[in-house]
């Protein structure tokens, strides 16, 4: 009797019982099973199954670049599970540290800006998209226009298209004849376009940060929250709090904006005494801000994510990871032998199959 081949057993159950079944599981698992199979592989090169897992993933990557070049000399930027991060604090162990590399290593590495799995860097010498599950890398062009490197960039999902786009405002330059530069590229298309000048000031070593279609950034004034369509290209504003001088001016790092928890937020106050932050919990409504203040001594400190619903708040202060518990007002700075002492910038990022090469996972 022959033996039947082994890609001729797998295919026991219907191919979307097991896109649903197989979506499931972690991109670790995932990268690992494409060698169980043709079909296997060829299901995880489906822009439909990598659409179903992104759907579904709830796992959280803490991407990182640091100073302390020993960690790992030939790597630039640093990768962390946030579920291992939260193993290891309980069980105060180690948590795992994977490095990534983007580029010369003496080169600093300046985390822009994340979204739905892929994390914007730029050097001085190039900009770069990178997956931090894959660990995919791709060089993005230079925007024609503008001569100068140094702005602030965001990127961001334009859903209408699903397309990845990146917005880039360029400040005022002798070269660029004295005008605030905004250009706007595109991953499908490879290219970048000039789009409508960016209406205020601002800061432009703050980065954009995208949620629900849309990149945010505070004015130079801090007095107004502007938002930018990547669907429309429309400028707008989100109503802030109704409160008076809502943003302490002695801020180290004024105008913070982030998103914990599917929701945009700002911090207002940090100082010796503790952290102010203001958490939006319905898009665009001004009546859903929300405020958190934990007593917790601090120069200057980042939210990162909640989990348990609000009750612990997980941050980074200066160069420590912090776990705060909002409900019995406690805390406790993390400390682990295989993460860095000198943490430069840090953002979360989703744990996802997308490609910076395309929107599928290469085999």
Known sequence: MATKKRDDLLPILPYDLMMDILSRLSVECIVRFKCVSKPWRTMFADPQFVKLHLTRSTNFKLVFTSSFHSLDPMRSLFVLSCGDMVDAASAWDDGEVGGIHISDPQETVRISSSCRGLVLCDTCHGIYLVNPSTKEVIRLPYSPFSKTHYASRGLGYDASLDDYKVVQISPPSP?????????????????????QEFPYWIKFSHSGVFLNGNLHWFNYDRKKMVSFSLADEKYGDVPLPDVNNILETSLINPGLIGVVGGCLYFVSKTNWRGITFWVMKEYNVRESWTKFKFDIPCCSMKPLDFSNNDENLFALDGDKFVMCNLKERTHRHLEFDTTPHFWNET?????????????YIPM
């Open 347 to 359: 953002v979360t990022c989703l744990e996802t199959l997308v490609s910076p090469k395309g929107y």
């Open 175 to 195: 070269n660029d004849g004295g005008e605030i530069i905004t250009s706007l590229y595109s991953l499908k298309s490879n290219s970048w376009r000039k789009i």
